[in-house]
């Protein structure tokens, strides 16, 4: 979740140096932290700041979880400051590279919606859509606003609707049709003398910030814990009391599998799966003051690295590699 408070409401510059420090204190989080604090630089008007952390981001040894994430919001900074051959330069690479994370697609495809380049928005949207959504039965809630910035777009545009519109209206969860939402004429009612054009404007703009504050305050996924192999094994011979709760390797994975679509099957939304480490395992115990070998701390620590941003997304988008990090392809994997 980026900040979307207004400036004169909070120091955004002082929040984004506490998070750089917090960063330092915690490399494992420092991208989700630094990505954080860039859009605090961004709301204060710096943005040549802004671009500095991202660079940073970009530069890192470590490698990141989420690179094209980074460039995407790089190049939306950079457009808005007057760089916008760069911007340009960096979208296209996003979209040549065809990244299998939906967000990177809706930043740079709303960047060039914001600056009137509604054909290539369009273009942008639809492509992540082709690559994200084709003969998937039912689209993951991260691919939602795809589907919506297809449609506003479109919409704009005076395309006839197709069946990715209707669907994207379908999964709306706004009282408000999406036509409605995205009719272009919207504007013109703003300066209407006629109540009843005006009460349904209000009644309009009431529902997309009802759907914004929702898409805000969407809670951290329902995340289950996921050892890697030479992890697992570490931390049963470290603690041998857990053995029974993990009796092998290939049972944790069956299990974290079977569990997810028990979870699913019972209309549980927005699953994920985190990876626990010992080091932080054992940081986080000694945190709650209580021995890593107690099995009630797991779930605990579970949640707590979701809410850190932890969480990937389960089942993993189509084509992506299996969660269990066996470089296969998750339909190959565990999602046979």
């Not at 290539?120 to 589907?147: M, Q």
Request: with cysteine; hydrophobic share 40%.
């Amino acid at each position: 979740m980026r900040p979307d408070t207004p400036a004169e409401n909070v120091d955004h510059t002082a929040e984004a140096a506490r998070l750089e420090r917090t960063a330092g204190l915690y490399p494992e989080d420092a991208e989700a932290l630094l990505l954080q604090a860039a859009a605090h630089l961004e709301l204060s008007g710096d943005r040549p700041a802004a671009t500095t952390l991202y660079d940073r981001l970009l530069s890192s040894a470590d490698g990141l979880e989420n690179p094209y994430l980074v460039r995407a919001l790089k190049a939306s900074n950079l457009w808005e400051y007057g760089h916008e051959a760069e911007a340009r330069a960096i979208i296209t690479g996003i979209r040549v590279a065809a990244p299998r994370d939906p967000a990177p697609w809706v930043i740079v495809a709303e960047s060039l919606e914001a600056h009137d380049e509604l054909e290539a928005a369009h273009e942008t949207f639809t492509e992540g859509a082709r690559l994200l959504l084709t003969d998937v039965a039912e689209p993951p809630y991260s691919t939602h606003p795809l589907l919506f910035g297809r449609h506003r777009v479109r919409r704009m545009l005076g395309v006839a609707h197709d069946d990715w519109d209707v669907l994207a209206d379908t999964l709306s969860s706004s009282p408000v049709p999406l036509d409605e939402l995205h009719d272009p004429k919207r504007v013109w009612s703003l300066g209407s003398d006629n109540p009843a054009e005006l009460q349904a404007e209000i009644s309009r703009l009431r529902a997309e910030l009802g759907t914004y504050r929702e898409a805000l305050s969407r809670p951290f996924p329902v995340a289950v814990l996921h050892w890697p192999a030479h992890e697992l094994a570490e931390l049963v011979a470290a603690y041998p009391a857990l053995a029974e709760e993990y009796p092998s390797h290939e049972a944790h994975l069956a299990t974290i599998e079977a569990s997810l679509r028990e979870l699913a099957s019972s209309g549980t939304p927005n699953l994920g799966i985190v990876t626990g480490t010992v080091p932080s395992y054992e940081a986080f115990a000694a945190s709650e003051g209580t021995s890593p070998s107690d099995t009630d701390l797991l779930p605990q620590y579970a949640t707590t690295l979701a809410a850190r941003g932890r969480a990937v997304e389960w089942p993993p988008q189509r084509g992506a590699a299996c969660w269990c990090g066996s470089g296969r392809g998750y339909e190959a994997c565990h999602g046979a």
